[in-house]
């Protein structure tokens, strides 16, 4: 598996997408670095700086946009390429090419979004690091779960960054917003809920807009597990071109 | 119909259809040791049958079975079957040298090197190997690649249009490769549009019209059907009206005419003949020879005359 994860690092590694993801990762660092010199004795500092950069930026933005541009394009490359039949025709089994796809893309841009997000919370919010690995933490969960749906949507479509972008934006940034419970079933929902859960004290912002923490952590893990697995269901049944 | 026991690939009434559109009509034949070719114009369907008995594709109807097993979703069997897709894409940045090791690890072999090494010795490319395979020309990409597609010396091969691309040269190589793969007793089944590609090395063909498998057997009683009818083949030279004015003077041409981008289409019911010929014939009048071609519209209605009888 360690040969499929490498290809898959390399072809999803490329330099444009790497500087996209960079760019963006330095994004909230830069914003928190501006708006901590010039509010830092305010009192809603905090409480604007979780509703805005935490939440709208990091978590409602770039952690979609970064993930959407990334894992879409593990299996959509390689059927917009053809080179998919490469590997299925090879003895392994799909859900290792499957993990593989997921796994490079949760690599290639984990460690930048984790990254950004904790040390633009370390740098905003008083240098708190129980708050840092918060969000680093629900971050890592956010990466995870939108990696793998996104991976299957690009199997699934041509026009996966089309669902992608239609999910994220309409049914997590719109519907979210008007109808309750849409949290239950919003990746947005479960990092910002697990943000909150691992240090409810400095993240208490949140209190009044997270799911439970229980019901976070167990939705990233099923939506997780159930998109992986359509993932392999659909590399067994499809027509590879 | 009955299928021989000792038949390596067995399909069995298979269709494949696309929403309306049918690919493949239920077809059936079997493959045995040796070089089979699978014949057609463009569209005939010969990539969607490779498709289906790789076990890339699912049938619509029908079963195929490769060495006695079913070939969709069946990884054991894949040690044993390799597949060249006609697509050339290929990931670019690896050498040569690195897409038959990167095969070669997914199919878990040890020791890798020896078994790289035999396979890029195979197809001749031993100088060329460390070059990225956006690097190499296109027949060079395809030898890699099938470098690639036996490094797992593999009991069956398929292989889709494996020939495009290539020079008259590299065919005669490649030609040579699989002639030397099959007597060692593989069985190889290659698809090409263009009946001169594979005359030389395939001891059987399947020719395949509309989705429909038009006849099947040995090749040289097909080919008398085909030679029966005339035969349009392209040239390109660089003195076209000295080889054209050669050309008329030999008895088995039909006609000679010019296109409107200076080749030269000549019409023969002895085409074999032709074949030999008129590369002979560019040589000896000092005459540069670049392309020879059959026009694929010529071939398509002679598959069709097949059909028809």
């Known amino acids: 598996m360690l040969t499929l994860l490498r290809l898959s690092m390399r072809q999803l590694g490329g330099k444009r997408r790497v500087a996209l993801i960079l760019l963006l990762s330095i994004l909230p660092i830069a914003l928190a670095v501006v708006v901590s010199i010039a509010e830092g004795e305010d009192e809603s500092f905090d409480s604007d700086f979780i509703n805005i950069l935490l939440d709208g930026l990091m978590v409602g933005g770039i952690l979609p946009i ?122 947005r929902g479960y990092t910002l809920a697990i943000m909150h859960g691992i240090d409810k004290d400095g993240l208490g912002e949140l209190s009044e807009r997270v799911i439970e923490f229980p019901a976070a952590v167990g939705g990233a893990v099923a939506v997780s597990v159930v998109f992986f697995y359509l993932t392999v269901r659909r590399l067994r049944n499809m027509d590879v071109p | 119909m009955t299928m021989p026991a000792d038949s390596v690939i067995d399909v069995a009434d298979v269709s494949k259809w696309y929403g309306s559109v049918v690919a493949v009509n239920e077809v059936s034949f079997q493959v045995n040791p040796g070089i089979t070719a699978l014949l057609g114009p463009n569209g005939a369907g010969k990539t969607t049958m490779l498709h289906l008995i790789a076990g890339l594709a699912k049938c619509s109807d029908g079963q195929i079975t490769t060495l006695g097993e079913p070939v969709r979703n069946n990884p054991s069997l894949y040690q044993r079957v390799s597949f060249m897709p006609e697509q050339e894409s290929v990931y670019g940045f690896y050498t040569g040298r690195q897409l038959v090791e990167f095969s070669a690890k997914l199919y878990g072999l040890s020791p890798l090197a020896e078994a790289v090494d035999r396979a890029i010795q195979i197809v001749g490319m031993e100088d060329a190997q460390n070059r990225t395979m956006d690097g190499y020309s296109r027949g060079m990409r395809q030898r890699m690649r099938l470098a690639a597609a036996i490094v797992h010396d593999p009991q069956v091969m398929i292989l889709d249009e494996p020939l495009n691309g290539t020079d008259p040269r590299q065919r005669i190589e490649f030609q040579k490769v699989m002639e030397r793969l099959a007597s060692q007793g593989r069985t190889i089944l290659i698809s090409s549009h263009i009946l001169e590609e594979v005359e030389t090395m395939a001891g059987r063909i399947l020719l395949m019209v509309s989705g429909k498998l038009a006849a099947s057997g040995d090749f040289r009683a097909i080919r008398a059907k085909l030679d029966e009818q005339a035969y349009q083949v392209r040239i390109v030279v660089d003195q076209p009206r000295r080889m054209a004015s050669a050309i008329v003077a030999l008895d088995d041409v039909d006609s000679v005419s010019f296109d409107d981008d200076g080749s030269i289409v000549v019409l023969s019911r002895k085409v074999a003949t032709i074949q030999t010929t008129l590369p002979r014939m560019a040589q000896e009048n000092g005459i540069r020879l670049t392309r020879m071609e059959p026009i694929d519209e010529s071939l398509e209605s002679l598959f069709e005359y097949i059909v028809e009888r």
């Open chain 1, 66 to 187: 970064v993930t959407m541009a990334v894992a879409t394009a593990a299996f959509g490359n390689e059927l917009e390429d053809q080179t998919l039949s490469y590997i299925v025709l090879k003895p392994i089994p799909r859900w290792h090419i499957a993990l593989s796809k997921l796994l490079a893309s949760v690599i290639i841009t984990g460690p930048l979004i984790i990254a950004s997000g904790a040390i633009a919370a370390w740098i905003g919010m008083g240098a708190d690091p129980r708050i840092s690995a918060a969000v680093g933490l629900a971050l890592f969960a956010g990466v995870t779960t939108y990696s793998s749906i996104f991976s299957w949507a690009g199997l699934m479509t041509t026009r996966a960054l089309a669902f992608a972008i239609v999910y994220v934006f309409l049914w997590e940034g719109l519907i979210s917003s008007f109808i309750n419970g849409v949290d239950y079933l919003s990746v």
